[in-house]
């Protein structure tokens, strides 16, 4: 028996494929059943023997071995894993005949499958969305009903004010510094305006002295007769308009100066001003509605309207007094500075037009170089060439 089936193992076939890989043994139940008994029961060697040839040769072909004394076969549990056949893999004899294999998944139909087995993440990642989208539209609508409110309650007291209904919180030392800045204010525009004028019409004359002296100049080369007294002549207008020039950049001075003072350090002072007086508008608009409400029932409601009431109360009072001191300090400062800036400014404009009218060139330097006065070069304020184009 151990004969025949060693033979009948050694006899197989193993089927190549078009690859030169084994392919898949066909399942023999007699064979797996004779081995799985020969594994068991642990058949002596010496009754084997050794076959040679191909399967269904002749007997001859069997030689028989000689005794040999060694340990039994055991089971080994590899041998039916080794047994089952690889996957097949693309055969090349396909693609030379231009037969089309299946391609691998696209990124989009994992997706779509990793959506049909996990759905809920979709949903998640959507709800997310919707409630983020849902909060800032409430966020909108509360702020746009607050600005509301507040609007109504500022209208309705400023009317109040001015129908003389109402009543109104005023510092009156304050609203008399305010008033004061106001009027500065109006009255250094008014001299910033004049200085910018004076400014302009003065550079037209040094304008005209320039070309005057030119014309002097080449009047002199011209005529012979003259030549002396054409000189004199250009020499006093270049001399005028050299002054001249540097009179321009004091006054020019100056006016920066006062424009500063005025637009920005004045102007901000103003913006505080103005935040401070709205911070009023609302403080009393909130302080009337409570009044109002501590006027009413005491019930259950009108208690829980009061404490809101007065919540909103304190909140714009504090606003109110913060601002009223933040218009307090800025008035100080704003007082300091402008006495400083103006006495400077003053002193600058009255040397150098005293000197420039004088004709003292050496002051009128001197005047500049005091307050550190720069005077712009020549063609300065023109355009370049590429600006123009």
């Known amino acids: 028996m151990a004969d025949s089936i060693m033979s009948k193992a050694a006899t197989m076939e193993i089927p190549i494929n078009s690859n030169g890989d084994t392919g898949t043994l066909p399942e023999d139940d007699s064979l797996e059943q004779d081995l799985q008994q020969v594994m068991v029961s642990g058949p002596n060697l010496n009754e084997t023997s050794i076959v040679s040839g191909g399967y269904g040769g002749p007997a001859g072909g069997i030689i028989p071995t000689s005794s040999i004394k060694g340990p039994a076969v055991y089971f080994n549990p590899e041998y039916l894993d080794r047994r089952q056949a690889p996957a097949p893999g693309p055969d090349i004899r396909m693609k030379s005949r231009g037969v089309n294999l299946p391609k691998s998944q696209s990124a989009a139909s994992r997706l779509a499958h990793h959506t049909e087995q996990h759905p809920g993440s979709s949903n998640h990642n959507t709800n997310s969305t919707e409630e983020v989208s849902r909060g800032v539209a409430v966020e909108k609508l509360d702020s746009v009903k607050k600005w509301g409110i507040n609007t109504y309650k500022c209208t309705k007291q400023m009317f109040s004010e001015k129908f003389g209904r109402g009543s109104r919180t005023v510092d009156l030392e304050l609203e008399a510094q305010i008033d004061v800045l106001r009027d500065t204010k109006s009255k250094y525009e008014n001299i ?198």
């Open 192 to 389: 910033l305006r004049l200085a910018t004028a004076l400014t302009d019409h003065f550079q037209r004359i040094v304008q005209t002295q320039q070309a005057l002296g030119d014309a002097f100049t080449d009047l002199s080369q011209k005529s012979p007769e003259l030549q002396d007294e054409f000189g004199y002549n250009a020499e006093t207008q270049k001399l005028l308009c050299k002054n001249g020039e540097a009179l321009l950049g004091a006054i020019n001075f100056f006016v920066s100066s006062v424009n500063t003072l005025v637009n920005k350090t004045m102007e901000d002072t103003l913006m505080t001003i103005k935040q401070y007086e709205n911070a009023r508008l609302e403080f009393d608009a909130y302080r009337s509605d409570l009044e109002e409400l501590s006027l009413g029932p005491r019930d259950a409601a009108g208690v829980v309207r009061i404490e809101m009431a007065q919540h909103e109360y304190q909140i714009h009072r504090d606003k109110y007094e913060r601002l009223r001191s933040d218009v307090t300090i800025k008035l100080k400062f704003l007082e300091e500075n402008k006495v400083k800036v103006m006495h400077k400014q003053l002193l600058l404009f009255h040397n150098a037009i005293s000197a420039y009218f004088a004709g003292n060139q050496q002051q009128l330097e001197q005047t500049l170089i005091q307050f550190n006065v720069k005077l712009k070069p020549p063609g300065s304020d023109k355009p370049s060439w590429l600006e123009e184009q």
